[in-house]
Structure formats: structure tokens, C-alpha cells
Nanobody, 126 residues
């Protein structure tokens, strides 16, 4: 079992910044990728960013590229999502997730991940 706990959400004005954290515990060995997804009201959960534990390579959704940065602290088993230049359309519940090794395309979809955190609300006021 892997436990994931997100923190750092909140209310921010458009143009502001927030940093989300995701602390992983339990049987984390063997999980290759950590991802961030988000779900806005009435919409499906969608991919935001992911990072490989082994080489720290990162991947982003086009909608956040250049504004969001995902990073990891392997010693702390923690992944971060730095969100800058926030927009109203970034308002959503943000989830982190853990995935075992698989074909890289799978990491862009919810089904590619085995464990999920409880989510943290991010609200951007315009």
C-alpha cells in the first residue's frame, strides 16, 4: 500500500502562486512515476504534470506548460507542484498519484496510476 497526502491548496488571486506538496509513505519502492491531476466541477479529472522518480524527467499538460513546475525530493518521498501565474481556469481539486513502471503513454491518464491522494482544493479568484 502507498499513502499519498496532498497539502498546500487554498484561495489565491489570479496571477498569484501556490505550491502543492504530496508526501508519499508506505511501500513506495517500485513506483516509477508521480503525477498531478486536477478535476474542476462538472469536468473529468485531467492530467497536469508528472515526474519520474529515477531521473526527474518532467512532463506537462499544454495548459500549464511554462507556468507550473513539478519537482521531487527523493529523500523525503515528496513531490511538489509550483503553480505560478494562476488563472481562474486553474480552479480545481488537485490530486497526486503514484504509478508503477508501464508504457509512458499510460501516465497521461487516470488509469495509469494505482494510488491517489485525497485531493486539495485550489481556487483562483479573477
Amino acid at each position: 500500500q502507498v499513502q499519498l497526502v496532498e497539502s498546500g491548496g487554498g484561495l489565491v488571486q489570479a496571477g498569484g502562486s501556490l505550491r502543492l506538496s504530496c508526501a508519499a509513505s508506505g511501500r513506495t519502492f517500485g513506483y516509477a512515476v508521480m503525477g498531478w491531476f486536477r478535476q474542476a466541477p462538472g469536468k473529468d479529472r485531467s492530467f497536469v504534470a508528472r515526474i519520474n522518480w529515477s531521473d526527474s524527467r518532467t512532463y506537462y499538460a499544454d495548459s500549464v506548460k511554462g507556468r507550473f513546475t513539478i519537482s521531487s525530493d527523493n529523500a523525503k518521498n515528496t513531490v511538489y507542484l509550483q503553480m505560478n501565474s494562476l488563472k481562474a481556469e486553474d480552479t480545481a481539486v488537485y490530486y497526486c498519484a503514484a504509478a508503477p513502471p508501464k508504457h509512458s503513454d499510460a501516465y497521461y491518464f487516470q488509469g495509469g496510476y494505482d494510488y491517489w491522494g485525497q485531493g486539495t482544493q485550489v481556487t483562483v479568484s479573477s
